[in-house]
């Protein structure tokens, strides 16, 4: 089945035409791990997920790098600011090794609970300073860097076609060379980019290697480059991330690959559009952000922020608002209890065979496989869920069909579990009782219990954590 994804590079539609015919090659920007993810973020990587399971159903088989940005990314994109790391390890008084370890298991928490398939390779950039500097070395002989201040800098007019991907003008580059205030006095033209620091203005940076230029750290753009190619070659299929890597972070990362290697580097560009609160983009600089925490404290199911993002195209900036968050809660509700029906009748995976089920999943391949169009796929779900006509199997086999795409976990709903996640109170409570039984608040623990019970509820504590089920 055809795939055609929107290529940032071309600005079109394109056929997927994988490099070789068994694997793709998907790389994506992973986190800065130097606080939580904020629910942005994560629509980020709700969408490289959908990607990624579109491909698998459409018979691909998927080779997935992410990195973990562990050191190098300050806080301006330009070469300014602080490192992001080390900022906050000053603030918390943690050393930055301890910063991104916590953070690093903070993201994959969040990244379980909303089911997204963990990539086939996850790398952390401070485990791949050699890769760095071979790429670094190699940029060197080829003429496309200087020393500058102590800095190993990339410059941007030792190529042609800088700026490509995100169509920068390339005479006005030239030209405003040193127009920019703020910019770093060392850099030739304005957008040359530090891929080593050595002489920088952290004195006290803790994280810091060996390097023919000196004892440094890379800059932020170079690891991208390193470990894509050190883990999926020189040449690979898909890249992706967020839709605000386009001017400087990924713009970077193809000019010093391509002046590396001589050749194109990544055939597909993918981005995924912006996740806004009500003063517009989510970000982790304003200071209060959302995390996926914060709405399981309020009593969401992470289920329930996958199923809202589903509903918006990832190229459309998605407003976010806890209105759209509850009517994303109920829509999921009520899949789950349709599911439950079916299972409850003992519905089972069959082949499909009638002429109908064969043309809802042909439908359902032709929106997701059309760059993830994943709001009509939906409507496909609601169609197959509401039609009366299908035969129960068939029925139930397209939503299992469905769900490998949507992620949703329907096909491993257990009937209690879904009879007591749609009742925000009582969810809601039993997160109370788990607070206060942490803070071994026994009697507190113990009237939320009765509370509970009162309302219908029987309490359960598992292994695998405090359950609700409701009472016969
Ligand atoms: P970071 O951890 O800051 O490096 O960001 C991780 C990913 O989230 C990157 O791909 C960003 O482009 C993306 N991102 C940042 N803010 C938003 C947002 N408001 N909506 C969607 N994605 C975002
Ligand atoms: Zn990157």
Known sequence: MPVSLYNTMSRSLELLEPISDKEVGLYSCGPTVYNYAHIGNLRTFLFEDLLKRTLLSAGYTVKHVMNITDVGHLTGD????????????????????????????????????????????????????????????????????????????????SIPDYGKLARLDLNNLRTAVRDDVNQDSNKKNSKDFVLWFTNSKFGEQAMMWDSPWGRGFPGWHIECSAMSMYYLGEEFDIHCGGIDAIPVHHTNEIAQSEAATG??????WLHGEFLLDDTGKMSKSKGEFLTLGLLKQKGYDPMDYRYFCLGGHYRSQLKFSFESLNTARTARKNVCDRVIALKREKAVVVALKSEKALLYAQRFDEHIQNDLNSPRALADLWGVLKDDTLERDEKYSLIVKFDQVFGLGLADLNVVEVETIDDPEALLLLQKRTDAKKAKDWTLADSIRQQLDAMGYLVKDTASGPSLEKKM
């Open 263 to 268: 050749k194109r580097w990544v055939k597909y």
């Open 78 to 157: 330009g070469d300014e600011g602080e490192d992001k790391l080390e900022k906050m390890a000053h603030k918390t008084n943690k050393t930055v090794w301890e910063i991104a370890s916590f953070y690093t298991d903070a993201f994959f928490k969040d990244y379980d609970a909303l089911n997204i398939i963990r990539p086939e390779v996850t790398c952390k950039a401070t485990d791949h300073i050699p890769q760095m500097i071979d790429l670094i070395k190699r940029l060197e002989e080829g003429g496309h860097t200087y020393v500058s201040g102590g800095n190993v800098y990339f410059s941007i007019d």
